[in-house]
C-alpha cells in the first residue's frame, strides 16, 4: 500500500493564484482530512470528509475549498492565494468503525509558498 | 472547553536515559488519545492510542504510555532514550472516536543527545 500521497511536494504561488492540492489514499479509509502546520500554532484543521459526497468545515476554511467524489482523493483547492496561506499542508486519512474514527495516517505534507 | 496541553515545548535528555514527554487533557466524556511524532520534513506518523481497557499502552518503537484519569493525563515514556528519537511529539485528544472534535496539542521538540 502507498498509504496517503500528496502532490506536489513543494509549490510557489503568487497572491491571486489558484491551486489544487492533491491527496490520494489506497487504504479505504472513509475519514480523510486537511490540516496546515505553522509554527508555534501547531495542526489546525481545514475541512474534512466522513464518505464520498460528504465534506465539512473545520477550524480555519476560509480560502479553501474541497470535493470528496470518491473515496480515494480529497483534493483542497485554493481560490485565491494569499501570503497569509504559506504554510505547510498535510492531508490524512483514518478508518472507520460504528461511527468512531480513530488514529489518523499522514501523508508526507506540501510546503506551500505565496510571494 | 475541551483543551490538551503538552507543558513542555522542548525536552532534553541524554542517550540511554528514560524519557518523558507530557500531554494532559481537558474532555467531557470518554476521550480518545493519541500520540503522533515527526521528523524534518516528514508527515506525522502515529505512535500509540488509548481507546479503552489497560491504562499502559504499547506503541511503535518501543514507546509507551499511561492514561492517568484522575490527573486527566497521557504522558508519553521510553525506557531507554536514542538519539533517532529527536523529533517532535505531539499528544492529540478526542471525545469518543468523534475526529471532527480531535484537538491537538501544540507538540514538544525532543532532543536526544549522544
Known amino acids: 500500500n502507498a498509504g496517503v500521497t500528496q502532490t506536489p511536494k513543494f509549490q510557489v504561488l503568487k497572491t491571486g493564484q489558484s491551486m489544487t492540492l492533491q491527496c490520494a489514499q489506497d487504504?479505504?479509509?472513509?475519514?480523510m482530512s486537511w490540516y496546515r502546520q505553522d509554527p508555534g500554532m501547531g495542526l489546525r484543521l481545514i475541512h474534512y470528509?466522513?464518505?464520498?459526497?460528504?465534506?465539512d468545515q473545520g477550524e480555519v476554511p476560509n480560502g479553501y475549498n474541497v470535493s470528496r467524489s470518491t473515496t480515494e482523493d480529497f483534493p483542497l483547492r485554493l481560490l485565491s492565494a494569499a501570503p497569509s496561506q504559506t504554510s505547510v499542508y498535510f492531508c490524512?486519512?483514518?478508518?472507520?468503525?460504528?461511527?468512531?474514527?480513530?488514529?489518523?495516517?499522514f501523508g508526507p505534507g506540501t510546503r506551500l509558498t505565496v510571494t | 472547553a475541551q483543551s490538551v496541553a503538552q507543558p513542555e515545548d522542548q525536552v532534553n535528555v541524554a542517550e540511554g536515559n528514560p524519557l518523558t514527554v507530557k500531554c494532559t487533557y481537558s474532555?467531557?466524556?470518554?476521550?480518545?488519545l493519541f500520540w503522533y511524532v515527526q521528523y524534518p520534513n516528514r508527515g506525522l506518523q502515529f505512535l500509540l492510542k488509548?481507546?479503552?481497557?489497560d491504562n499502559l499502552v504499547k506503541g511503535s518503537y518501543g514507546f509507551e504510555a499511561e492514561f492517568n484519569k484522575s490527573q486527566t493525563s497521557f504522558h508519553l515514556k521510553k525506557p531507554s532514550a536514542l538519539v533517532s528519537d529527536s523529533a517532535l511529539y505531539f499528544c492529540?485528544?478526542?471525545?469518543?472516536?468523534?475526529?471532527?472534535?480531535?484537538?491537538w496539542g501544540l507538540g514538544t521538540s525532543l532532543a536526544v543527545n549522544p
Open positions: 487504504m479505504n479509509h472513509e475519514y
Open positions: 492529540a485528544v478526542n471525545w469518543a472516536g468523534n475526529n471532527r472534535k480531535l484537538i
Open positions: 488509548y481507546i479503552t481497557g
Open positions: 490524512a486519512s483514518s478508518y472507520s468503525r460504528q461511527g468512531k474514527t480513530y488514529e489518523q495516517y
Open positions: 474532555v467531557s466524556g470518554n476521550p480518545y
Open positions: 470528509s466522513v464518505g464520498a459526497g460528504i465534506t
